[in-house]
């Protein structure tokens, strides 16, 4: 069994197939943290130690006993008001404006299957594939009780974690705090793993020691953001991609959350992971039930590669609903870039006409084919097809489009609306604004308050009459700004809430549809967008260098098959700079593979470089998709960009490299691969070269000597059952 209780030490053990999670009921009733790491026998109990510290306080419970503190004790959900000083869980307020919890134990479950959360996206699996631990805590005097849940899928070394408060009282309590998880270690020197950016440049990874105090990050933009992941590892001194220790949390919510890492006086370390406090106060009636986002835990013995694939597993197999998760996708190409708002129906059909002369599946018409908009200052809100500017109907675009042989995909941004369209002029109140002020603008655009049910019924309506006008295929759902004018303590929350409530409704009414999301880019990139669209455009910046950082810091937690990654025209349309096709597609073969260019303005040559890109593409896809995920260096320090895929059974490998900077008179550069089987012998398949795995991981292989700037390079290995004279090697 993955989770076991022993009565006698009042003990919950959690195993998956590598990892132990211990914590104990003590003899206080306080839910202490025994060990989080490798799998181990026993119990962990005796790592606790009780001493007299100054100025840490004592439980009223603990009588004369000056050793016990809940200032020092390593705790399952800290509250305030129990003596510890350090960061906590949960803060409740009372409607006396008293904020305090003390949380006792009062009973547990054990049961088959994961747990559900209503209204939130959260992992699933069988009921024979995991298993539910349900911790009830109390505080009988402030009326309210907690729920820790704990999910445990055992062959993935996963354990997810949410809470549920409930107010068992009868007059109104108020959450001010809310963690999904907490991870108490009463040693270890640690590093800080956190993915940091800025719009066209989201997910840099940024590693630094913990030291004494507290480093925090978080998002209070409404949505992840560009600007922090909801994400973090901790890692042990000296981990590297393939040794060493590292714990990974990850959030499945796509709104405001708040991450705080505390090394204490005694050099013991918090991790907490939830909702962020500011710009949150929610009210909870009488025998309501408040319900905190799901945090995904994993944890890594052999270096932060596996960490990364013990999530890309989790996420591909056990987070995504959609029927695309593990099937072919179409190689798109994208009418932004080519054209942006200046276009008519003919252009996306000559779009079309290109896209399938080069083997392309799918054209997308992005912005400006509703209301009046030509440019990014009207109309959203108004989902209503521009049948002049398309010179027809969208069933007729939709049906020209398909006749070219190519699928037909449409981009909305459902939660914006502008002050010059019909919805903001019928109904300006729609729009989220603290009363009595102007609201703050961004790309000209306000947004929609969908916490409100009647606000998202009316665009879920115009979108469905525009879905329904033909067989669209595709949906690229958009955000392009952050949200401001918070007028109410719940408003972040129950925004999100209403996002989710949207996306649930569409997915079920068009199971067909291949759905991307998408937020400028990269601002919404996080677990709770991928429950519902199995792909997300990565970063609105398409430049092939710029994005081997992009995409190396996603890969920490997300798998290449969520990571919308195109070919652009060059000079880039974000940077200037100027790359080969080859590079860029080598780039952009790391991702969900596409196109943001204008075809009619390449050459002969170029476009049959695109008929190649698409081929190769095709041919490898699943292994980019469903392959084991490896980085082979860091961009942010090293001369090459490189990362492979090696299959489940080990028979097959694809190596994308790409260098960063050229220097006269350069030393030779070798990759070393992981992943393969060392006794095994490897072809490399352009070369017709022959290797033993082991001397690919550990000697790897040269780069030819470079050309240009910017040179990429793709190695594809397949093991040989039978071989020449192996002295030749």
């Known amino acids: 069994m993955a989770i076991i209780y022993n009565s006698n030490k009042k003990i ?8 132990t999670y211990q914590m104990q009921v003590d003899s206080l009733g306080y839910l202490l943290h025994l060990y989080y790491g490798d799998k181990i026998n026993g119990f962990m109990d005796y790592l606790l130690t009780y001493a007299d510290h100054g100025f840490s306080g004592n439980p009223y419970a603990a009588g004369m006993n000056r050793t016990y503190s809940l200032d020092v004790l390593p705790q399952e959900y800290p509250s305030l008001g129990t003596g510890d000083y350090r960061n906590i869980a949960l803060n409740v307020k009372s409607c006396k404006g008293v904020e305090s919890a003390d949380l006792l134990f009062k009973s547990y479950e054990i049961r088959n299957g994961k747990y559900q959360l209503q209204g939130l996206p959260a992992v699933w699996a069988a009921e024979s594939e995991a298993q539910t631990l349900e911790i009830v805590l109390a505080d009988e005097n402030a009326k309210v009780e907690v729920h ?10 996963v354990i997810t974690r949410s809470v549920q408060i409930k107010n068992i009282g009868t007059e109104q309590i108020t959450i001010e705090k809310a ?6 270690f009463v040693q270890g ?26 480093t925090s990050f978080g998002s209070r933009r409404g949505t ?4 922090y992941n909801p994400a973090v590892i901790l890692a042990e001194k000296g981990t590297t991609e393939v040794a060493g220790s590292c714990y990974g949390m990850l959030f499945v919510y796509s709104g405001n959350f708040s991450c705080e890492a505390e090394k204490d006086q005694f050099n013991q370390t918090r991790l907490l992971l939830g909702l962020n406090d500011e710009l949150f106060s929610y009210p909870l009636a009488g025998g309501e039930t408040f319900t905190v986002p799901e945090v995904i835990l994993s944890y890594s013995a052999k270096g932060l590669s596996v960490l990364s694939q013990q999530y890309h597993n989790c996420i591909r197999n056990h987070l995504c609903r959609s029927k695309y998760a593990h099937v072919s996708r179409p190689v798109l190409i994208n009418s932004w870039e080519a054209a ?8 996306i059909v000559d779009l079309a006409k290109e896209a399938a002369s080069l083997g392309i599946d799918m ?7 509703f209301g009046k908009r030509n440019d990014d200052n009207s109309s959203l809100g108004d989902w209503k097809v521009n049948e002049k500017k398309l010179q027809g109907s969208l069933a007729d675009l939709i049906n020209r489009v398909h006749d070219q042989g190519v699928k037909f995909g449409i981009w909305i941004e459902p939660e914006m609306v502008n002050e010059d369209s019909d919805l903001y002029r019928t109904h300006p109140d729609w729009a989220i604004q603290i009363p009595g002020k102007k609201p703050v603008r961004s790309r000209n655009q306000l947004v929609l308050d969908f916490s409100r049910k009647e606000v998202r019924d009316c665009i879920f309506d115009q979108i469905c009459n525009v879905l329904d006008q033909g067989k669209i295929d595709y949906v690229k759902w958009d955000m392009n700004r952050s949200m401001s004018d918070v007028y109410a303590g719940n408003l972040s929350y129950d925004y999100v809430i209403g996002i989710y409530d949207f996306l649930d409704r569409l997915c079920s009414r068009y199971p067909d549809l291949l759905l991307e999301g998408c937020s400028g880019g990269g601002g919404r990139f996080d677990a709770g967008m991928l429950y519902y669209s199995p792909q997300i455009w990565c970063s609105d910046n398409t430049d092939a260098i710029n994005r081997t950082r992009i995409q190396y810091g996603t890969s920490f937690f997300y798998p290449v098959s969520a990571m919308g990654a195109h070919v652009s025209a060059v000079p880039n349309h974000q940077t200037g700079r100027v790359t080969s096709f080859h590079t860029r597609g080598v780039t952009a073969m790391a991702g ?6 204008n075809p009619a303005l390449l050459s002969d040559e170029e476009k049959q470089q695109i008929r190649e890109q698409v081929l190769t593409y095709k041919k490898y896809e699943m292994l980019i998709n469903e392959g084991t995920y490896w980085r082979l260096s860091d961009p942010f320090k090293d001369e090459i960009a490189a990362w492979m895929w090696v299959s489940e059974e080990q028979t097959r490998a694809l190596v994308g490299v790409v260098r960063l900077m050229a220097e006269a008179n350069q030393a030779t550069v070798y990759v070393r691969l992981h992943g393969l089987k060392p006794d095994a012998i490897y072809l490399e398949e352009q070369s017709g070269k022959q290797y033993f795995g082991a001397a690919l991981m550990h000697a790897g292989i040269p780069l030819p000597p470079f050309i240009r700037e910017y040179e990429a390079y793709q190695f594809s290995f397949t093991e040989l059952k039978e071989t020449g004279n192996k002295n030749n090697m």
């Open 148 to 157: 820790l849940l704990y999910g445990v899928l055992e062959e993935n070394d």
């Open 224 to 227: 992840s953001s560009h600007q």
């Open 363 to 369: 054209v997308v018409m992005d912005d400006g084919w």
């Open 12 to 19: 919950f053990t959690l195993h998956t197939a590598h990892t």
């Open 592 to 597: 969900t593979f596409g196109y943001e260019l």
């Open 179 to 184: 963690a999904a998880a907490c991870l108490d």
């Open 340 to 347: 942006y708002f200046d276009f008519t129906g003919d252009t």
């Open 189 to 214: 020197d640690f590093d800080v793993l956190r993915f940091y950016g800025k719009h066209a440049m989201e997910r840099s990874l940024e590693r630094t020691p913990l030291g004494h105090g507290t």
